[in-house]
């Protein structure tokens, strides 16, 4: 499997940004997509999941109506839109993909390779 993320860049406080996460390999129709992301001396943390076979979205407390997360089932790729956007938003956000979901960051086995969000206040 394979994660390819896009989007990201500098956006302003309370402006809005938009992740794409395309999978491509051998996908699992029923795998949860996640987004998490780490800022800088921090540890990486849990953001969103999206079930790619049943209406279940999972989020942090800290983008809980702020960010919304969806999916295309057809190109096997999730979104983030960020709205809303707060200094404390900026790190590296990272999408990654599992049969499990969940929260934690161990339950995931296939990574993308990051995508930097900077906000500016």
């Known amino acids: 499997v394979q994660l390819q993320a896009s989007g990201g860049g500098l956006g302003q406080t309370g402006g809005s940004l938009r992740l794409s996460c395309a999978a491509s390999g051998r996908t699992f129709s029923r795998n949860f997509m996640a987004w998490f992301r780490q800022a800088p001396g921090k540890e990486r943390e849990f953001v969103a999941a999206i079930s790619m076979s049943a209406p279940i979205t999972v989020y942090a407390d800290s983008v809980k109506g702020r960010f919304t997360i969806s999916k295309d089932y057809a190109e096997s790729t999730a979104h983030l839109q960020m709205n809303s956007l707060k200094p404390e938003d900026t790190a590296v956000y990272y999408c990654?993909?599992?049969?499990?979901?969940?929260?934690?960051?161990?339950?995931?086995?296939?990574w993308g390779q990051g995508t930097q969000v900077t906000v500016s206040s």
């Open positions: 990654a993909t599992s049969p499990r979901g969940g929260v934690s960051k161990e339950g995931y086995v296939y």
